[in-house]
Protein backbone atom coordinates (compact mmCIF):
# COMPACT_ATOMS: atom_id res chain seq x y z
CA UNK A 1 0.00 0.00 0.00
CA UNK A 2 1.37 3.56 -0.93
CA UNK A 3 2.24 6.28 1.66
CA UNK A 4 -0.61 8.34 0.26
CA UNK A 5 -3.44 5.41 0.91
CA UNK A 6 -2.04 5.14 4.32
CA UNK A 7 -2.21 8.46 5.06
CA UNK A 8 -5.95 8.03 3.55
CA UNK A 9 -7.24 6.19 6.52
CA UNK A 10 -5.06 6.48 9.20
CA UNK A 11 -7.07 9.08 11.73
CA UNK A 12 -5.36 12.34 12.00
CA UNK A 13 -4.68 13.49 15.61
CA UNK A 14 -6.69 16.51 16.74
CA UNK A 15 -5.34 19.65 15.67
CA UNK A 16 -4.81 22.32 18.70
CA UNK A 17 -6.45 25.52 18.39
CA UNK A 18 -4.68 27.90 20.47
CA UNK A 19 -7.02 29.99 21.45
CA UNK A 20 -9.18 26.74 22.97
CA UNK A 21 -8.90 26.17 26.41
CA UNK A 22 -9.35 22.46 26.19
CA UNK A 23 -8.37 21.80 30.06
CA UNK A 24 -12.10 23.41 30.62
CA UNK A 25 -14.08 21.39 28.70
CA UNK A 26 -11.63 18.69 30.08
CA UNK A 27 -12.43 19.51 33.81
CA UNK A 28 -16.05 20.22 32.91
CA UNK A 29 -16.77 16.51 32.03
CA UNK A 30 -14.88 14.83 34.71
CA UNK A 31 -16.66 16.90 37.23
CA UNK A 32 -20.18 15.99 35.93
CA UNK A 33 -18.83 12.48 36.22
CA UNK A 34 -17.32 12.82 39.22
CA UNK A 35 -21.33 12.27 40.19
CA UNK A 36 -21.05 8.78 39.90
CA UNK A 37 -18.31 8.38 42.87
CA UNK A 38 -20.30 10.76 45.18
CA UNK A 39 -23.77 8.80 44.97
CA UNK A 40 -22.01 5.61 45.12
CA UNK A 41 -20.06 6.68 48.46
CA UNK A 42 -23.81 8.01 50.00
CA UNK A 43 -24.82 4.36 50.04
CA UNK A 44 -21.68 2.58 52.21
CA UNK A 45 -21.26 5.94 54.01
CA UNK A 46 -21.87 5.64 58.08
CA UNK A 47 -24.77 6.59 58.94
CA UNK A 48 -26.11 7.88 55.45
CA UNK A 49 -29.82 8.96 54.82
CA UNK A 50 -29.70 8.61 51.11
CA UNK A 51 -31.75 6.98 48.78
CA UNK A 52 -30.44 3.84 49.23
CA UNK A 53 -28.38 2.81 52.72
CA UNK A 54 -26.03 -0.86 52.90
CA UNK A 55 -25.69 -2.30 56.44
CA UNK A 56 -22.24 -2.77 55.45
CA UNK A 57 -20.45 0.67 55.65
CA UNK A 58 -17.23 2.25 56.29
CA UNK A 59 -15.78 5.87 57.28
CA UNK A 60 -13.92 5.83 54.31
CA UNK A 61 -17.10 7.03 52.05
CA UNK A 62 -17.87 9.85 54.41
CA UNK A 63 -14.49 11.43 53.42
CA UNK A 64 -14.76 10.96 49.82
CA UNK A 65 -18.05 11.79 49.75
CA UNK A 66 -17.14 15.37 51.74
CA UNK A 67 -13.99 15.25 49.74
CA UNK A 68 -16.24 15.77 46.46
CA UNK A 69 -18.56 17.77 48.00
CA UNK A 70 -16.28 20.39 48.73
CA UNK A 71 -15.49 21.60 45.13
CA UNK A 72 -17.29 19.35 42.71
CA UNK A 73 -20.43 21.39 42.13
CA UNK A 74 -18.60 25.17 42.88
CA UNK A 75 -15.92 24.58 39.98
CA UNK A 76 -18.45 23.23 37.57
CA UNK A 77 -20.35 26.47 38.06
CA UNK A 78 -17.98 28.53 37.71
CA UNK A 79 -16.58 27.12 34.44
CA UNK A 80 -20.18 27.49 33.61
CA UNK A 81 -20.23 30.73 34.04
CA UNK A 82 -16.77 31.42 31.85
CA UNK A 83 -18.74 28.93 28.72
CA UNK A 84 -21.26 31.69 29.49
CA UNK A 85 -19.59 34.85 29.45
CA UNK A 86 -17.64 33.34 26.63
CA UNK A 87 -20.71 32.53 24.33
CA UNK A 88 -22.60 35.08 24.98
CA UNK A 89 -21.62 38.27 23.34
CA UNK A 90 -21.21 36.20 20.19
CA UNK A 91 -25.39 35.59 20.18
CA UNK A 92 -27.88 37.88 20.58
CA UNK A 93 -29.60 37.09 24.18
CA UNK A 94 -32.50 35.89 22.99
CA UNK A 95 -30.68 33.41 20.75
CA UNK A 96 -28.53 32.46 23.26
CA UNK A 97 -31.37 31.64 25.78
CA UNK A 98 -33.38 29.44 22.95
CA UNK A 99 -29.79 27.18 22.85
CA UNK A 100 -29.29 27.56 26.45
CA UNK A 101 -32.60 26.46 27.33
CA UNK A 102 -32.95 23.99 24.46
CA UNK A 103 -29.68 22.23 26.31
CA UNK A 104 -30.75 22.46 29.60
CA UNK A 105 -35.13 22.39 29.81
CA UNK A 106 -35.46 19.33 27.32
CA UNK A 107 -33.07 17.22 28.95
CA UNK A 108 -34.41 17.64 32.13
CA UNK A 109 -38.42 17.00 31.60
CA UNK A 110 -37.37 13.82 29.33
CA UNK A 111 -34.85 12.64 32.44
CA UNK A 112 -37.57 13.51 35.58
CA UNK A 113 -40.09 12.21 33.49
CA UNK A 114 -39.00 8.91 32.84
CA UNK A 115 -35.52 7.96 34.59
CA UNK A 116 -36.96 9.50 37.84
CA UNK A 117 -40.22 8.08 37.42
CA UNK A 118 -38.90 4.89 36.99
CA UNK A 119 -36.50 5.58 39.99
CA UNK A 120 -39.27 6.45 42.25
CA UNK A 121 -41.52 3.23 41.35
CA UNK A 122 -38.86 1.02 41.94
CA UNK A 123 -37.61 2.62 45.49
CA UNK A 124 -41.54 2.65 45.84
CA UNK A 125 -42.63 -0.78 45.27
CA UNK A 126 -39.42 -2.38 47.22
CA UNK A 127 -40.12 -3.55 51.27
CA UNK A 128 -36.50 -3.88 52.52
CA UNK A 129 -34.05 -2.20 54.90
CA UNK A 130 -31.97 0.29 53.26
CA UNK A 131 -34.55 1.63 50.85
CA UNK A 132 -36.33 5.02 51.15
CA UNK A 133 -39.96 4.62 51.36
CA UNK A 134 -41.49 7.20 49.41
CA UNK A 135 -44.68 8.78 49.39
CA UNK A 136 -47.22 8.23 46.52
CA UNK A 137 -44.95 9.74 44.06
CA UNK A 138 -48.52 10.30 42.67
CA UNK A 139 -49.56 12.93 45.46
CA UNK A 140 -49.55 16.36 44.39
CA UNK A 141 -47.60 17.89 47.34
CA UNK A 142 -44.60 15.15 46.43
CA UNK A 143 -45.06 16.46 42.88
CA UNK A 144 -44.84 19.86 43.80
CA UNK A 145 -41.57 19.27 45.78
CA UNK A 146 -37.87 18.97 44.85
CA UNK A 147 -37.80 15.26 45.64
CA UNK A 148 -38.69 14.38 42.31
CA UNK A 149 -36.02 16.05 40.65
CA UNK A 150 -32.66 14.69 42.47
CA UNK A 151 -29.71 15.03 40.66
CA UNK A 152 -30.82 17.52 38.22
CA UNK A 153 -31.23 20.22 40.64
CA UNK A 154 -28.37 21.55 39.03
CA UNK A 155 -30.13 22.24 35.62
CA UNK A 156 -32.59 24.20 37.03
CA UNK A 157 -29.75 26.32 38.80
CA UNK A 158 -28.33 27.21 35.26
CA UNK A 159 -31.68 28.11 33.82
CA UNK A 160 -32.13 30.67 36.46
CA UNK A 161 -28.77 31.95 35.97
CA UNK A 162 -28.75 32.19 32.08
CA UNK A 163 -32.11 34.27 32.39
CA UNK A 164 -30.73 36.23 35.52
CA UNK A 165 -27.75 37.09 32.88
CA UNK A 166 -29.90 37.78 29.41
CA UNK A 167 -32.07 39.98 31.62
CA UNK A 168 -28.85 41.94 32.57
CA UNK A 169 -27.37 41.94 29.62
CA UNK A 170 -30.95 42.94 27.88
CA UNK A 171 -31.43 45.95 30.18
CA UNK A 172 -31.39 48.99 28.42
CA UNK A 173 -27.49 50.91 28.73
CA UNK A 174 -26.41 48.46 31.39
CA UNK A 175 -24.49 46.22 29.00
CA UNK A 176 -22.77 49.34 27.57
CA UNK A 177 -21.93 50.80 31.58
CA UNK A 178 -20.46 47.05 31.94
CA UNK A 179 -18.15 46.96 29.36
CA UNK A 180 -16.96 50.28 30.26
CA UNK A 181 -16.25 50.05 33.55
CA UNK A 182 -14.39 46.25 33.24
CA UNK A 183 -12.25 48.18 30.02
CA UNK A 184 -11.31 51.05 33.22
CA UNK A 185 -10.50 48.13 35.49
CA UNK A 186 -8.65 45.43 33.26
CA UNK A 187 -5.39 47.39 32.89
CA UNK A 188 -5.50 48.70 36.92
CA UNK A 189 -5.24 44.62 37.14
CA UNK A 190 -2.18 43.31 37.70
CA UNK A 191 -0.96 40.15 38.16
CA UNK A 192 0.17 40.34 41.72
CA UNK A 193 -0.24 38.70 45.18
CA UNK A 194 -2.40 40.96 46.21
CA UNK A 195 -4.24 40.55 43.33
CA UNK A 196 -4.78 36.76 43.51
CA UNK A 197 -5.71 37.12 46.96
CA UNK A 198 -8.22 39.46 46.32
CA UNK A 199 -9.89 37.01 44.01
CA UNK A 200 -9.98 34.24 46.57
CA UNK A 201 -11.57 35.79 49.53
CA UNK A 202 -13.59 38.08 48.16
CA UNK A 203 -15.81 35.12 46.52
CA UNK A 204 -15.05 33.47 50.29
CA UNK A 205 -16.46 36.62 51.96
CA UNK A 206 -19.59 36.17 49.82
CA UNK A 207 -19.88 32.92 50.36
CA UNK A 208 -19.50 33.43 54.46
CA UNK A 209 -22.19 36.47 53.69
CA UNK A 210 -24.97 34.06 52.38
CA UNK A 211 -24.77 31.41 54.96
CA UNK A 212 -24.64 34.38 57.66
CA UNK A 213 -27.82 34.99 56.31
CA UNK A 214 -29.12 31.84 56.61
CA UNK A 215 -28.54 31.90 60.19
CA UNK A 216 -30.80 34.96 59.97
CA UNK A 217 -33.24 33.76 58.25
CA UNK A 218 -33.44 30.05 57.89
CA UNK A 219 -36.17 29.52 55.54
CA UNK A 220 -34.19 31.12 52.66
CA UNK A 221 -32.48 27.39 53.06
CA UNK A 222 -35.58 26.23 52.43
CA UNK A 223 -36.57 24.73 48.78
CA UNK A 224 -38.85 26.49 46.93
CA UNK A 225 -40.81 23.85 44.55
CA UNK A 226 -38.33 22.29 42.38
CA UNK A 227 -35.53 24.77 42.92
CA UNK A 228 -32.80 24.51 45.21
CA UNK A 229 -33.33 26.80 48.23
CA UNK A 230 -32.72 30.35 47.92
CA UNK A 231 -29.64 30.64 49.16
CA UNK A 232 -27.91 27.33 48.05
CA UNK A 233 -28.64 29.12 44.45
CA UNK A 234 -26.93 32.10 45.88
CA UNK A 235 -24.20 30.57 46.54
CA UNK A 236 -23.51 28.62 43.25
CA UNK A 237 -23.94 32.14 41.67
CA UNK A 238 -20.89 33.31 43.40
CA UNK A 239 -18.91 30.79 41.93
CA UNK A 240 -21.29 31.34 38.25
CA UNK A 241 -20.01 35.08 38.70
CA UNK A 242 -16.68 33.98 39.67
CA UNK A 243 -16.32 32.27 36.07
CA UNK A 244 -17.64 35.53 34.45
CA UNK A 245 -15.21 36.98 35.58
CA UNK A 246 -12.66 34.69 35.14
CA UNK A 247 -13.71 35.42 31.10
CA UNK A 248 -13.63 38.97 31.09
CA UNK A 249 -10.32 39.25 32.59
CA UNK A 250 -8.20 37.34 31.08
CA UNK A 251 -5.10 38.00 33.55
CA UNK A 252 -7.27 37.00 36.29
CA UNK A 253 -7.29 33.76 34.64
CA UNK A 254 -3.89 33.59 33.72
CA UNK A 255 -3.16 33.69 37.81
CA UNK A 256 -6.51 31.26 38.76
CA UNK A 257 -4.88 28.55 37.04
CA UNK A 258 -1.32 28.66 37.50
CA UNK A 259 0.74 27.44 40.50
CA UNK A 260 2.13 29.95 42.98
CA UNK A 261 3.35 30.48 46.09
CA UNK A 262 0.86 32.44 47.41
CA UNK A 263 -1.38 29.25 46.62
CA UNK A 264 1.08 26.75 47.85
CA UNK A 265 1.67 28.85 51.43
CA UNK A 266 -2.30 29.69 51.50
CA UNK A 267 -3.18 26.40 51.04
CA UNK A 268 -1.37 24.49 53.70
CA UNK A 269 -2.52 26.27 56.78
CA UNK A 270 -5.99 25.89 55.60
CA UNK A 271 -5.64 22.10 54.93
CA UNK A 272 -4.39 21.83 59.01
CA UNK A 273 -7.59 23.44 60.11
CA UNK A 274 -9.97 20.68 58.05
CA UNK A 275 -10.44 19.06 61.58
CA UNK A 276 -11.27 22.16 62.84
CA UNK A 277 -14.11 22.53 59.64
CA UNK A 278 -15.25 18.90 59.77
CA UNK A 279 -14.41 17.07 63.02
CA UNK A 280 -15.08 19.85 65.98
CA UNK A 281 -18.29 19.74 67.61
CA UNK A 282 -20.83 22.44 67.31
CA UNK A 283 -18.90 25.56 69.86
CA UNK A 284 -19.33 28.81 70.29
CA UNK A 285 -20.51 31.34 67.94
CA UNK A 286 -17.15 32.78 67.25
CA UNK A 287 -16.09 28.99 66.59
CA UNK A 288 -18.76 28.42 64.41
CA UNK A 289 -18.28 31.44 62.48
CA UNK A 290 -14.32 30.63 62.06
CA UNK A 291 -15.56 27.63 60.88
CA UNK A 292 -17.49 29.15 58.34
CA UNK A 293 -14.87 31.17 57.08
CA UNK A 294 -12.20 28.53 56.82
CA UNK A 295 -14.59 26.52 54.99
CA UNK A 296 -15.78 29.27 52.61
CA UNK A 297 -11.65 29.85 51.61
CA UNK A 298 -11.21 25.64 51.40
CA UNK A 299 -14.29 25.93 48.82
CA UNK A 300 -12.36 28.90 46.56
CA UNK A 301 -8.83 27.11 47.25
CA UNK A 302 -10.31 24.12 45.90
CA UNK A 303 -11.88 24.91 42.93
CA UNK A 304 -8.19 27.20 41.75
CA UNK A 305 -6.70 23.95 42.56
CA UNK A 306 -9.10 21.95 39.97
CA UNK A 307 -8.20 24.73 37.62
CA UNK A 308 -4.74 24.16 38.22
CA UNK A 309 -4.64 20.42 37.98
CA UNK A 310 -6.36 20.47 34.94
CA UNK A 311 -4.40 23.34 33.05
CA UNK A 312 -1.37 21.54 33.82
CA UNK A 313 -2.12 17.76 32.94
CA UNK A 314 -5.40 18.20 29.66
CA UNK A 315 -4.85 21.44 27.93
CA UNK A 316 -3.80 20.05 25.00
CA UNK A 317 -6.41 18.17 22.42
CA UNK A 318 -7.55 15.00 23.13
CA UNK A 319 -9.73 12.84 21.48
CA UNK A 320 -10.58 10.75 25.23
CA UNK A 321 -11.86 14.12 26.67
CA UNK A 322 -13.42 15.23 23.66
CA UNK A 323 -15.54 12.00 23.57
CA UNK A 324 -16.27 12.62 27.81
CA UNK A 325 -17.09 16.18 26.81
CA UNK A 326 -19.82 15.11 24.81
CA UNK A 327 -20.43 12.06 26.91
CA UNK A 328 -20.58 13.74 30.44
CA UNK A 329 -24.69 14.58 29.65
CA UNK A 330 -25.71 11.23 29.04
CA UNK A 331 -23.47 10.05 32.40
CA UNK A 332 -25.09 12.04 34.51
CA UNK A 333 -28.99 11.80 33.74
CA UNK A 334 -28.68 8.59 33.24
CA UNK A 335 -26.16 6.81 36.47
CA UNK A 336 -28.54 7.81 39.01
CA UNK A 337 -30.98 5.35 38.54
CA UNK A 338 -28.45 2.64 37.55
CA UNK A 339 -26.53 3.58 41.08
CA UNK A 340 -30.02 2.91 42.96
CA UNK A 341 -30.90 0.17 41.03
CA UNK A 342 -27.33 -1.77 41.63
CA UNK A 343 -27.13 -0.38 44.87
CA UNK A 344 -30.68 -2.29 46.01
CA UNK A 345 -30.11 -5.38 44.20
CA UNK A 346 -26.21 -5.79 46.45
CA UNK A 347 -28.11 -4.75 49.72
CA UNK A 348 -28.55 -8.78 50.69
CA UNK A 349 -25.10 -9.63 49.81
CA UNK A 350 -22.29 -10.55 52.31
CA UNK A 351 -19.37 -8.27 50.35
CA UNK A 352 -17.36 -5.36 52.06
CA UNK A 353 -18.49 -2.24 51.27
CA UNK A 354 -15.35 -1.51 48.90
CA UNK A 355 -16.19 -4.02 46.79
CA UNK A 356 -19.87 -2.81 46.53
CA UNK A 357 -18.79 0.39 45.86
CA UNK A 358 -16.63 -0.53 43.04
CA UNK A 359 -19.39 -3.05 41.70
CA UNK A 360 -21.75 0.29 41.56
CA UNK A 361 -19.34 2.64 39.84
CA UNK A 362 -18.12 -0.12 37.32
CA UNK A 363 -21.68 -1.13 36.57
CA UNK A 364 -22.94 2.24 36.50
CA UNK A 365 -20.42 3.74 34.43
CA UNK A 366 -20.59 1.05 31.71
CA UNK A 367 -23.95 1.37 32.02
CA UNK A 368 -24.36 5.04 31.04
CA UNK A 369 -21.50 5.00 28.64
CA UNK A 370 -23.23 2.58 26.94
CA UNK A 371 -26.36 4.05 26.84
CA UNK A 372 -25.07 7.54 25.56
CA UNK A 373 -22.50 5.45 22.98
CA UNK A 374 -25.12 2.74 21.48
CA UNK A 375 -28.54 5.33 21.61
CA UNK A 376 -28.09 8.66 22.04
CA UNK A 377 -25.77 9.07 19.15
CA UNK A 378 -27.22 6.98 16.94
CA UNK A 379 -30.55 8.04 17.59
CA UNK A 380 -31.29 11.86 16.63
CA UNK A 381 -34.44 11.71 19.03
CA UNK A 382 -32.69 10.58 21.91
CA UNK A 383 -30.10 12.77 21.42
CA UNK A 384 -32.75 16.12 21.35
CA UNK A 385 -34.30 14.36 24.68
CA UNK A 386 -31.16 13.39 26.60
CA UNK A 387 -28.80 16.16 25.28
CA UNK A 388 -30.92 19.17 23.59
CA UNK A 389 -28.98 18.87 20.52
Known sequence: MSRTATLAIEPRPPQADPKRLYYLDAARSILIMLGVLLHAANIYAVDSTWLVRDQDSDIVFNGLREFLSSFRMPAFFLISGFFCALTL???SPGEFLRV?????????????????????????????????????????????SPGWVYHLWFLLNLVVFFLLVVALASAPGLAARVRRWSAWLEPRLPPTLWTWLAMVLLPAA??????????????????????????????????FALGMALCRFRALLALFTRMSPGLLALTLPVLALTPLVHFTEDGSMLLEAGKRAVEAVQVVLACQWVMVLFRALANRPSRVF????????????????????????????????????????????????????????????????????
Not at 131 to 143: M, N
Not at 214 to 233: C, D, I, N, T
Request: net charge positive; glycine share 4%; proline share 7%.
Open 89 to 91: PKR
Open 100 to 144: RLKRLLIPFLSAALTLNVVQIVISWQIDMPGVEELRDPLAASFLL
Open 206 to 239: AVLGIDTLGWLMPRLWEPVLWFSAPLSMLSYFVF
Open 322 to 389: RYLADASYSIYLFHHIAVVAVGIALLALPWSPVLKFAVVVGATSLFALAVHHFAILRVPALRLLFNGK
